[in-house]
């Protein structure tokens, strides 16, 4: 059985970084995000209900979702988003269940899926240990603004507050990652938590 992870957090709060350590650690890691990517593509079953949905203007010269175009379209109206969501979620859950099923065969005893909106697609009722990276909101406007040039502050501060609170998503979590410093403190702190996974999976397997 497969230890099932999943990682959250706001944007600019520092998953990523925590993921990538934990990758280091030979811990599986899926990134929901790339997922989504997958199932934009092409022939895939993302692209085939976002244009049923959304319209051939979303979709790409080779048949894939332009996600310019879709980001552009619903994502300054919460309506078009919420019907995105609807169709694209279950698609990704799906994926997500195949990976730890894959995971399990090869007798991996852990793995963590590292997604944004985790607990707001009822994260807490698929993984047996919940981790979310928080951080002060302005630490991670700045963040944010600071990733590369021409950042408009207020399409940053627009998809922060369209996110769940960091509060929301702490009390659901078993372990809260506080990410209010350097990049090197986070660093040990990931350390941490990835000898707290692989301890906590190794007893799940002896339980």
Known sequence: MTFKVGLTGGLASGKTTVAE???EYGIPVLDADQVVHDLYRPGRPGA???AMVFGVQVI???GGVDRKKLAARVFNDPPSLKILNGLIHPLVITEQA???DSLAKAGQPIGVVEATLLVETGGRTRYDFIVTVSAP???RFSRALGRGPGGDSADIAKRIAAQLPDA???AVADVVVM???TTEELIVKADALAEKLIAAAAAQKKS
């Open 21 to 23: 350590r934990l990758a």
């Open 48 to 50: 085939g209900a976002v």
């Open 60 to 62: 790409d010269s080779t």
């Open 98 to 100: 195949k990976w730890f």
């Open 137 to 139: 909101e302005m630490v």
């Open 168 to 170: 929301g998503r702490e």
């Open 179 to 181: 990410n209010d410093g």
